[in-house]
């Protein structure tokens, strides 16, 4: 029985039963011209996080605006429930067994040895993108190794931020706390600066240079990763907003797992804070694809690499109900994500889709995108979302 037979069989996402699995597709998209990329990455956020996956909290109308735009995945999961085998997984089209990275690099609560780093041999989807004459820039973190494992070594022409960090020391200017600091920051800067902000003008400014190219921008943020930290006027923003929920006998936290804690509700106020510096961020870039003349040409994707951190010892800051637990659980709130793709002229906008997909599935859905070759020895358990983002067929 193959991955999705199982989904299927054990009751994920009942409702894919349904056929055809995925709204109809529009046009084709330009044709004979390369589609540009811009993959989005968000550090553990949580399936419930953003409006259009029922949030009532958090404020993300840029994200939102982005599913009107394109398909809607209800039923997207990441290869793994903390970030570094995720991540390797989007990069190479593999599961973090073949591999070997199976935990979060640098963790020690794992029974048997992994990688600490993402193989140099293995030909990333940036490389395979670059080889066919993309600019390619990776901002933000990285979290696959050590020198000289970093971005520039996978395939990227640029690294922005990007080291063996798996969570920045401060997120604010200088993004330095003791002898932390985050490598790999372009020089510049100043007081109260926010790392999401900074890290989207870096974005930007990468893209004007390199306006008339194909490219291939792979944001992958820090945020919403801990230390849990937002702009002071957005905290107050949503602390305003947390004062006025209704209130309720029910208990903020469920007392379930031995020692571990389940949020059962978003009102963190820094949290949601947080939240909203991404979708600032996304609104940006989305902006300055508009005005660079690209936007009708560029493929959007948008993902986070595990679910969101809703369980643990002391308080957690967000909730995945009505999925059960969250980050480092392997059940759903564990692994399922809020999963976008627009692809202009191709994707029927503000259309969705249950079918089962995972994090192992971009590589050779980009490929397929871009009108390259596919490369299953390389992407060989990932699977091409081409039918079902064109509307005309289903996964084998």
Not at 247 to 259: H, L, Q, S
Not at 367 to 388: F, I, K, T, W, Y
Request: hydrophobic share 35%.
């Amino acid at each position: 029985m193959d991955r999705r037979g199982f989904l299927k069989r054990f009751g994920v996402g009942a409702a894919m039963f349904a056929l055809p699995g995925c709204a109809s597709a529009g046009q084709r998209s330009t044709a004979g011209k390369k589609p540009n990329f811009v993959f989005f990455l968000i550090d553990d956020l949580g399936w419930t996080d953003v409006g259009c996956f029922g949030s009532r909290f958090y404020e993300t109308p840029n994200i939102d605006r982005l599913a009107s735009q394109g398909m809607k995945f209800t039923d997207a999961y990441a290869a793994c429930p903390v970030c570094s085998p995720t991540r390797g997984s989007i990069l190479t089209g593999k599961y973090p067994a073949r591999l070997g990275i199976t935990q979060w690099i640098g963790g020690s609560d794992q029974p048997t040895e992994y990688k600490h780093f993402l193989d140099l041999e293995e030909v990333t989807i940036a490389e395979a993108l670059k080889d066919a004459g993309y600019a390619t820039a990776f901002v933000g973190k990285w979290h696959l190794g050590n020198k000289p494992y970093y971005p520039t070594e996978q395939g990227f022409d640029v690294n922005i931020g990007g080291d063996s960090s798996g969570s920045p020391p401060t997120y604010f200017y200088p993004y330095k706390a003791g002898k932390r600091a985050l490598e790999e920051m372009p020089a510049g800067g100043e007081e109260g600066e926010y790392l999401t902000d900074r890290l989207t003008d870096e974005s930007l400014k990468w893209l004007d240079a390199n306006r008339g190219k194909p490219f291939l921008l792979y944001l992958s943020h820090y945020a919403v990763h801990t230390p849990i930290q937002s702009k002071r006027e957005l905290t107050d923003k949503y602390k305003a907003k947390a004062g006025n929920l209704p209130e309720t006998d029910e208990a903020k936290f469920t007392p379930v797992y031995g020692k571990y804690r389940t949020k059962m509700v978003q009102d963190d106020a820094v949290y949601a804070g947080m939240v909203q510096s991404v979708d600032e961020s996304v609104g940006r870039v989305m902006g300055k694809l508009e005005e660079l003349g690209v936007a009708d040409n560029t493929i959007v994707i948008f993902m986070s690499d595990n679910g969101g951190l809703s369980t643990q010892a002391s308080e957690a800051p967000t909730s995945n109900l009505p999925l059960r637990a969250g980050k480092g659980w392997l059940y759903e709130g564990g692994i399922r994500e809020p999963m976008l793709i627009k692809w202009p002229g191709v994707v029927q906008p503000g259309s969705e889709c249950d079918e089962p997909v995972t994090s192992t599935d971009f590589y050779p859905t980009m490929l397929e995108m871009a009108g390259l070759p596919l490369r299953p020895e390389q992407h060989v358990d990932g699977v091409s979302l081409s039918p079902l983002l064109r509307g005309d067929g289903r996964l084998s």
